[in-house]
């Protein structure tokens, strides 16, 4: 009688288990949905860049940037980032098609070559231009391209925020998982821990200094990225915001990225 109970404790603690992970699951989710709803209708947006590389002694280079975005409905966005400045990289020129779950698609024009080079899907855990952030996290961060498990609350830079683990459901990524703590007031992002395929703490991202646009739409301004494995950073400072600008497909296109001094 004792093994029966026993086998029959055991089973009701492994179901309670199983449904807390599902609505873990599910919660997660529904988090993480919210943060792409609230985004959805920009329609387009511009803005500049500044993008500060900073190596482990403290020695500091700055690049200036411009990028144009586009939404796409039912796929994830198109994105032309231009280089400036300084003019060692001047026209450089990555442009993003990212995709739910089809194979995201990326093109970076290198002007001393006068060619384009396509990204493979293996080299896009590399880093974008000698920066810390990874050709993968110039991608919009689609909803189906993660597995997400709600995995608590927590308080960062003052803000209540839900803490929600994702893995990716793309091939060739970099990262086996990543932890992003979303703010409970506006559900927007404000930090991702990256982990890598041993599971060690790779690099973090914080964002901050978020401004509303058009009533409805956050854009962090300042964007931090920490490689804790090389003690490097990269920072990006974002201004000049402009939406609804009237882009199309055809400011999105293999050939303008030879035009796009």
């Not at 990289?89 to 739910?100: K, Q, R």
């Not at 709600?150 to 994702?166: M, S």
């Not at 058009?214 to 301004?221: N, S, T, Y």
């Amino acid at each position: 009688m004792r093994l029966i109970r026993a086998i029959a404790t055991l089973t009701l603690a492994i179901s309670a288990g199983a449904l807390v992970a599902e609505t873990d699951k599910s919660k997660g989710l529904e988090i993480m949905t919210e943060v792409d709803l609230r985004d959805e209708g920009f329609d387009d947006f511009s803005a500049k860049i500044s993008m500060v590389l900073e190596d482990n002694n403290g020695n500091k280079s700055t690049r200036l940037m411009e990028v144009k975005n586009l939404e796409v409905k039912n796929d994830g966005d198109k994105r032309l980032l231009v280089f400036k400045e300084p003019s060692d990289v001047s026209g450089t020129a990555l442009l993003t098609y990212s995709h739910i779950l089809e194979d995201d698609e990326q093109w970076l024009f290198l002007p001393a070559l006068k060619r384009v080079k396509r990204i493979s899907s293996s080299n896009k855990s590399g880093p974008f231009v000698g920066s810390e952030f990874a050709y993968e996290d110039m991608l919009s961060q689609e909803v189906e391209k993660y597995e997400h498990v709600f995995i608590g609350e927590d308080t960062f830079n003052g803000l209540e925020c839900y803490v929600v683990e994702r893995k990716p459901r793309y091939e060739s990524s970099g990262y086996n998982k990543q932890k992003v703590w979303i703010d409970k007031e506006h559900f927007r992002y404000q930090k991702i821990e990256y982990f890598d395929h041993q599971d060690s703490h790779l690099k973090t991202l914080v964002l901050s200094e978020y401004e509303q646009f058009l009533d409805k739409f956050w854009r962090a301004k300042e964007m931090v990225m920490t490689n804790h494995q090389t003690q490097k950073s990269t920072a990006m400072y974002w201004k000049e915001f402009s939406f609804r600008n009237g882009y199309d497909d055809s400011s999105f296109t293999k050939s303008v990225l030879k035009r796009s001094r």
